[in-house]
C-alpha cells in the first residue's frame, strides 16, 4: 500500500494534559483523510504535529518513509489552509499567493503563470490586485486555498477551513474542495468537527475523542457500522440502547428479541445496540410487527418527519419516516436484521484501585469515600461500581468528591453519564435525573447498590 | 446660556493653556534681551539661531543638536529592543506574561527623579566614564517601555495564525519576522519611535543626572543652567516656538494615522 503519512505511537501532553494518547494512522497517497471530533479531541493538534507547529512528546511521523521531527516547518513537503484564513494584510491577492514561490526563487514567469492558473481554479481571476481585506469571507478562503495549492505541496493540511462560512457558503464550498482534490490529485488531511461535512467529503474519516482515535473508516463504515456509543452518538442521529446478544444472530433489547446479522459475541453477553431512527420501519401487517408504540411527538424536518415513540415496554425511540402519523396514535413497527449494529461493551461497570482506611473508609481517587467493607487497614483492593451505583447531587458539598457532567448519552429510558472529576478521572454513570453537559455536580456511591470489593490481583 | 457657559469654559480653559506659547511665539518676533518688553519687530533672533550668530552663549546650538542626535539614537534602538521585547512577552503564557507586563510598566510610573539617581549611582558603581553613552543609555532605558506598549496591541489584533503561515509557504523564521511580522507591526513601531523621541527630547531629570562633568548639555539641561546664571538667551525664545510646531506637527501626523487605522478596521 502506498501511504504517504505514517503515523505511529504518537503522545502529546500539555502540561498535565493529554492531548493525544497513542495515535496510529496513516494516509495513502491522493487520499482525502478527514479528522473529526468534538472540540478539544486533539485532531488540530495532530494537524500542528504533521504541519511542524508542535514537536510530539513521543512517536513518530513519516513522510515517504522519512521522519519528519526535526524538520522545520519551512522544510516540509506540505501546506496548511487556516481556520480564519490568515492571509497577510499587507499584501494584495496576487503577492499573497506568490509568498511562496518567490520564496523558493521560481522565475517571474512562472510564478506568473501559476498564480494566474491556481486563481482561475478556485475561481478569481480578475481579483488579483483586490487588497485582502476587502474581500468576502468565502473570498478570503478561496484565496488561502490557492496560495497553499499553488506550491504543489504532496499533502495539502485544512484545519477547519469552512467553519467561519455561512451554511450556503460552507454547502457550496465542500463540493468544490471535493471538485478540487480530485482535480489536483493532492493528498488532503482536513480536520472539522462538523460530522455531516466528513462524511461528505471524506474518503476515509478518523473519529478523534478525548485525544484517541476510536474509529477509522470509510463515510459509510463510520455511520453503518459505529464501534461503539460515541462514534454512534456523535455521526449522525440514533437510538443507543442497552442489548444483550443472546446467541448467534439473536440479540434483545428494549425487551423484545430480534433477529440481527452480528456473530461471535457469545450467548447471553452485554451489548450496546444502535437503531438509526430511519431505520425503524412502520406497517399495517400483524404478522411483520414485532413490536408497537404510541407516537409521543411528530415534528416537520423539511424532507422528514420526526417522531419520538414510546415503545409498550416503556423505551423511547426517536424514528423518522416520510410519512407522518398522528401524534397518541398506536402503530406497530418492525427493524430489519441488517440495521442492527451490535457494539461490545466499552465496560460493564466503574472500575477503581484504591486503599482500605478502615472497615467503614476506602480511599479512592483521592478521597475518603464511606464503603463498608472486610478488609484490614492498608490493603490495597478493586472496586467495582455499578453504573446505578453512582449518586449525583446539585449541592456539590454533599458530595465526596466533585465533578463536571462531560459527556451524555440517553439509552431509551434512561441516561448514561460520563463525569469527568476535578483531578480528571472518568466515571460512568447511569441515572433518570436530567443533567446538562458542564454541571457541576457532587459525586457519592451508593454501598448497598451491589458494589464490589476484591483485592487487589485477584 | 447653559450653553454659553459651557463654551466660554472650553474657550477659557484653552487661553490659560496657549497663552504662555502664544506669549513666547509673538516674542520670539522682537529682538529684546528682557521678556515681556516689545522692541518692534524683527525676525533676527530667527536668523541668529539659524545661521549660529547668537547674542547669548553660542552652545545653544551645541545643545540642540545634542538633544536631537540622542533623541534619535535613543528612539531607534529602543524601537528595536521594545519590538523585540513585546514579540517575546506576546508568546509567553500565564503567569509569566503577566509578571513581565507588569515589570515593563513599573519604570513608566516611576518618577524621573527616581531612574535619574539610580541610573546615576549605577553607573558610578560600575565606574562608567559619564557622558554621551551613559545619557544615550539612559534615554533608551525609560524609552523602551513605552515602545513595547505600542506595540503589543498590535501583536494581539494580529492573525496568531499569520507567522506560521509564512513558516509554511516556506520562510524561514527571519524571513517570517522580516516580511511578514515587522509589515504587520510598523504602524505600532512608528507610534512607539515617535513618542520615545518625544520622551527624550523633553527630558531633564535623567539627563542631568547622567550626563557627568565633561559638559555635556542637552536643550533642557542648558536652558536650566542659562536660567540659573540670569535671564535666558533670548534665541531660546524662537527656538521654544519652532519645537513646539515640530511637535505639533508630529501629534497631528499621529492622530491622522490613527484616524486611518481605525477606518481601515471598520472596513474590514
Same mark, same amino acid.
Given at each position: 500500500?502506498?501511504?504517504?503519512?505514517?503515523?505511529?505511537?504518537?503522545?502529546?501532553?500539555?502540561?498535565?494534559?493529554?492531548?493525544?494518547?497513542?495515535?496510529?494512522?496513516?494516509?495513502?497517497?491522493?487520499?482525502?483523510?478527514?479528522?473529526?471530533?468534538?472540540?478539544?479531541?486533539?485532531?488540530?493538534?495532530?494537524?500542528?504535529?504533521?504541519?511542524?507547529?508542535?514537536?510530539?512528546?513521543?512517536?513518530?511521523?513519516?513522510?515517504?518513509?522519512?521522519?519528519?521531527?526535526?524538520?522545520?516547518?519551512?522544510?516540509?513537503?506540505?501546506? +496548511?489552509?487556516?481556520?480564519?484564513?490568515?492571509?497577510?494584510?499587507?499584501?494584495?491577492?496576487?503577492?499573497?499567493?506568490?509568498?511562496?514561490?518567490?520564496?523558493?526563487?521560481?522565475?517571474?514567469?512562472?510564478?506568473?503563470?501559476?498564480?494566474?492558473?491556481?486563481?482561475?481554479?478556485?475561481?478569481?481571476s480578475?481579483?488579483?490586485?483586490?487588497?485582502?481585506?476587502?474581500?468576502?469571507?468565502?473570498q478570503?478562503?478561496?484565496?488561502?486555498?490557492?496560495?497553499?495549492?499553488?506550491?504543489?505541496?504532496?499533502?495539502?493540511?485544512?484545519?477547519?477551513?469552512?467553519?467561519?462560512?455561512?451554511? *450556503?457558503?460552507?454547502?457550496?464550498?465542500?463540493?468544490?474542495?471535493?471538485?478540487?482534490? !480530485?482535480?489536483?490529485?493532492?493528498?488532503?488531511?482536513?480536520?472539522?468537527?462538523?460530522?455531516?461535512?466528513?462524511?461528505?467529503?471524506?474518503?476515509?474519516?478518523?473519529?478523534?475523542?478525548?485525544?484517541?482515535?476510536?474509529?477509522?473508516?470509510?463515510?459509510?463504515?463510520?455511520y453503518?457500522?459505529?464501534?461503539?456509543?460515541?462514534?454512534?452518538?456523535f455521526?449522525?442521529?440514533?437510538?443507543?440502547?442497552k442489548? *444483550?446478544?443472546?446467541?448467534?444472530?439473536?440479540?434483545?433489547?428494549?425487551?423484545?428479541?430480534?433477529?440481527?446479522?452480528?456473530?461471535?459475541?457469545?450467548?447471553?453477553?452485554?451489548?450496546?445496540?444502535?437503531?438509526?431512527p430511519?431505520?425503524?420501519?412502520?406497517?399495517t401487517?400483524?404478522?411483520? =410487527?414485532?413490536?408497537?408504540? *404510541?407516537?409521543?411527538?411528530?415534528?416537520?424536518?423539511?424532507?422528514?418527519?420526526?417522531?419520538?415513540?414510546?415503545?409498550?415496554?416503556g423505551?423511547?425511540?426517536?424514528?423518522?419516516?416520510?410519512?407522518?402519523?398522528?401524534?397518541?396514535?398506536?402503530?406497530?413497527?418492525?427493524?430489519?436484521?441488517?440495521?442492527?449494529?451490535?457494539?461490545?461493551?466499552?465496560?460493564?461497570?466503574?472500575?477503581?484501585?484504591?486503599? $482500605? !482506611?478502615?472497615?467503614?473508609?476506602?480511599?479512592?481517587?483521592?478521597?475518603?469515600?464511606?464503603?463498608?467493607? +472486610?478488609?484490614?487497614?492498608?490493603?490495597e483492593?478493586?472496586?467495582?461500581?455499578?453504573?446505578?451505583?453512582?449518586?449525583?447531587?446539585?449541592?456539590?458539598?454533599?458530595?465526596?468528591?466533585?465533578?463536571?457532567?462531560?459527556?451524555?448519552?440517553?439509552?431509551?429510558?434512561?441516561?448514561?453519564?460520563?463525569?469527568?472529576t476535578? %483531578?480528571?478521572?472518568?466515571?460512568?454513570? %447511569?441515572?433518570? %435525573?436530567?443533567?446538562?453537559?458542564?454541571?457541576?455536580?457532587?459525586?457519592?456511591? *451508593?454501598?448497598?447498590?451491589?458494589?464490589?470489593?476484591?483485592?487487589?490481583?485477584? | 446660556?447653559?450653553?454659553?457657559?459651557?463654551?466660554?469654559?472650553?474657550?477659557?480653559?484653552?487661553?490659560?493653556?496657549?497663552?504662555?506659547?502664544?506669549?513666547?511665539?509673538?516674542?520670539?518676533?522682537?529682538?529684546?534681551? $528682557?521678556?515681556?518688553?516689545?522692541?518692534?519687530?524683527?525676525?533676527?533672533?530667527?536668523?541668529?539661531?539659524?545661521?549660529?550668530?547668537?547674542?547669548?552663549?553660542?552652545?545653544?546650538?551645541?545643545?540642540?543638536k545634542?538633544t536631537?542626535?540622542?533623541?534619535?539614537?535613543?528612539?531607534?534602538?529602543?524601537?528595536?529592543?521594545?519590538?523585540?521585547?513585546?514579540?517575546?512577552i506576546?508568546?509567553?503564557?500565564?503567569?509569566?506574561?503577566?509578571?513581565?507586563?507588569?515589570?515593563?510598566?513599573?519604570?513608566?510610573?516611576?518618577?524621573?527623579?527616581?531612574?535619574?539617581?539610580?541610573?546615576?549611582?549605577?553607573?558610578?558603581?560600575?565606574?562608567?566614564?559619564?557622558?554621551?553613552? +551613559?545619557?544615550?543609555?539612559?534615554?533608551?532605558?525609560? =524609552?523602551?517601555?513605552?515602545?513595547?506598549?505600542?506595540?503589543?496591541?498590535?501583536?494581539?489584533?494580529?492573525?496568531?495564525n499569520?507567522?506560521?503561515?509564512?513558516?509554511?509557504?516556506?520562510?524561514?523564521?527571519?524571513?517570517?519576522?522580516?516580511?511578514?511580522?515587522?509589515?504587520?507591526?510598523?504602524?505600532?513601531?512608528?507610534s512607539?519611535?515617535?513618542?520615545?523621541?518625544?520622551?527624550?527630547?523633553?527630558?531633564?531629570?535623567?539627563?542631568?543626572? +547622567?550626563?557627568?562633568?565633561?559638559?555635556?548639555?542637552?536643550?533642557?539641561?542648558?536652558?536650566?543652567?542659562?536660567?540659573?546664571?540670569?535671564?535666558?538667551?533670548?534665541?531660546?525664545?524662537?527656538?521654544?516656538?519652532?519645537?513646539?510646531?515640530?511637535?505639533?506637527?508630529?501629534?497631528?501626523?499621529?492622530?491622522?494615522?490613527? %484616524?486611518?487605522?481605525?477606518?481601515?478596521?471598520?472596513?474590514?
Open positions: 500500500m502506498d501511504k504517504i503519512i505514517d503515523i505511529k505511537g504518537l503522545s502529546k501532553s500539555f502540561g498535565d494534559k493529554k492531548v493525544l494518547q497513542d495515535i496510529n494512522l496513516y494516509v495513502r497517497r491522493g487520499e482525502f483523510l478527514t479528522l473529526l471530533g468534538p472540540s478539544g479531541c486533539g485532531k488540530t493538534t495532530l494537524l500542528r504535529m504533521i504541519a511542524g507547529f508542535l514537536q510530539p512528546d513521543e512517536g513518530s511521523i513519516l513522510m515517504d518513509g522519512k521522519e519528519l521531527a526535526g524538520i522545520p516547518p519551512h522544510e516540509r513537503p506540505l501546506n +496548511t489552509v487556516f481556520q480564519r484564513y490568515a492571509l497577510f494584510p499587507h499584501l494584495d491577492v496576487y503577492d499573497n499567493i506568490a509568498f511562496g514561490l518567490k520564496l523558493k526563487k521560481v522565475p517571474e514567469e512562472e510564478i506568473d503563470k501559476r498564480v494566474r492558473k491556481v486563481l482561475k481554479l478556485v475561481a478569481m480578475d481579483y488579483e490586485d483586490r487588497d485582502v481585506e476587502t474581500l468576502s469571507g468565502g478570503q478562503q478561496r484565496i488561502a486555498i490557492a496560495r497553499a495549492i499553488v506550491n504543489q505541496p504532496k499533502v495539502l493540511l485544512l484545519d477547519e477551513p469552512l467553519a467561519a462560512l455561512d451554511l *450556503k457558503m460552507r454547502k457550496d464550498m465542500q463540493i468544490e474542495l471535493k471538485e478540487m482534490h !480530485k482535480k489536483l490529485g493532492i493528498t488532503f488531511i482536513y480536520v472539522t468537527h462538523d460530522q455531516e461535512e466528513a462524511l461528505t467529503l471524506s474518503d476515509t474519516i478518523a473519529v478523534f475523542n478525548e485525544g484517541r482515535i476510536q474509529q477509522i473508516g470509510t463515510p459509510t463504515d463510520i453503518n457500522e459505529p464501534v461503539n456509543c460515541f462514534v454512534a452518538d455521526i449522525g442521529e440514533s437510538n443507543i440502547l442489548g *444483550k446478544m443472546l446467541r448467534d444472530r439473536r440479540v434483545a433489547f428494549i425487551k423484545h428479541e430480534f433477529d440481527c446479522v452480528d456473530e461471535g459475541f457469545g450467548e447471553n453477553v452485554k451489548v450496546d445496540v444502535v437503531v438509526r430511519e431505520d425503524i420501519y412502520f406497517t401487517d400483524p404478522a411483520k =410487527c414485532q413490536f408497537k408504540a *404510541k407516537v409521543n411527538t411528530c415534528t416537520f424536518k423539511g424532507v422528514h418527519y420526526e417522531m419520538w415513540v414510546d415503545t409498550d415496554t423505551y423511547e425511540l426517536m424514528i423518522q419516516d416520510y410519512d407522518p402519523y398522528p401524534v397518541g396514535s398506536e402503530v406497530m413497527l418492525y427493524i430489519d436484521p441488517d440495521d442492527i449494529q451490535v457494539m461490545h461493551k466499552e465496560r460493564l461497570c466503574n472500575t477503581l484501585y484504591g486503599t $482500605v !482506611k478502615d472497615a467503614e473508609t476506602i480511599e479512592l481517587l483521592g478521597a475518603d469515600f464511606p464503603l463498608p467493607n +472486610t478488609f484490614e487497614a492498608g490493603t483492593v478493586k472496586v467495582e461500581i455499578p453504573f446505578e451505583a453512582i449518586d449525583l447531587m446539585d449541592n456539590l458539598d454533599d458530595g465526596v468528591i466533585d465533578g463536571e457532567v462531560h459527556f451524555i448519552l440517553y439509552m431509551g429510558n434512561h441516561y448514561h453519564l460520563t463525569i469527568k476535578d %483531578d480528571g478521572d472518568f466515571l460512568w454513570v %447511569d441515572t433518570n %435525573d436530567i443533567w446538562d453537559k458542564g454541571d457541576l455536580v457532587g459525586i457519592q456511591f *451508593k454501598a448497598d447498590k451491589g458494589i464490589k470489593i476484591t483485592k487487589k490481583d485477584e | 446660556m447653559k450653553k454659553f457657559f459651557a463654551k466660554l469654559y472650553i474657550w477659557v480653559l484653552l487661553v490659560i493653556l496657549y497663552a504662555p506659547l502664544v506669549f513666547i511665539a509673538v516674542f520670539s518676533f522682537t529682538e529684546s534681551k $528682557v521678556l515681556g518688553s516689545w522692541e518692534g519687530f524683527s525676525p533676527n533672533l530667527y536668523r541668529n539661531l539659524l545661521t549660529g550668530q547668537m547674542q547669548g552663549n553660542a552652545s545653544l546650538l551645541a545643545a540642540v545634542n536631537l542626535l540622542i533623541a534619535v539614537i535613543a528612539a531607534a534602538v529602543s524601537t528595536l529592543l521594545g519590538t523585540v521585547a513585546a514579540i517575546g506576546h508568546n509567553m503564557k500565564g503567569r509569566a506574561k503577566k509578571t513581565v507586563s507588569f515589570l515593563n510598566n513599573i519604570p513608566m510610573i516611576n518618577p524621573d527623579i527616581i531612574t535619574g539617581v539610580s541610573l546615576f549611582l549605577l553607573f558610578v558603581f560600575l565606574h562608567f566614564s559619564q557622558g554621551y553613552t +551613559t545619557v544615550i543609555l539612559a534615554h533608551i532605558t525609560f =524609552c523602551t517601555p513605552y515602545v513595547v506598549l505600542s506595540v503589543l496591541p498590535k501583536l494581539q489584533q494580529m492573525n496568531p499569520i507567522y506560521e503561515a509564512a513558516l509554511d509557504l516556506g520562510a524561514t523564521p527571519a524571513q517570517a519576522l522580516r516580511k511578514v511580522l515587522i509589515p504587520q507591526l510598523k504602524p505600532g513601531m512608528v512607539g519611535f515617535i513618542l520615545a523621541f518625544t520622551m527624550s527630547l523633553d527630558d531633564f531629570a535623567v539627563t542631568f543626572f +547622567t550626563r557627568g562633568t565633561i559638559g555635556l548639555d542637552t536643550l533642557s539641561t542648558y536652558i536650566y543652567t542659562d536660567a540659573r546664571k540670569g535671564g535666558l538667551t533670548p534665541e531660546l525664545r524662537p527656538l521654544m516656538t519652532l519645537i513646539f510646531l515640530v511637535i505639533l506637527i508630529l501629534l497631528i501626523i499621529i492622530n491622522v494615522r490613527q %484616524d486611518r487605522l481605525q477606518k481601515q478596521n471598520e472596513n474590514r
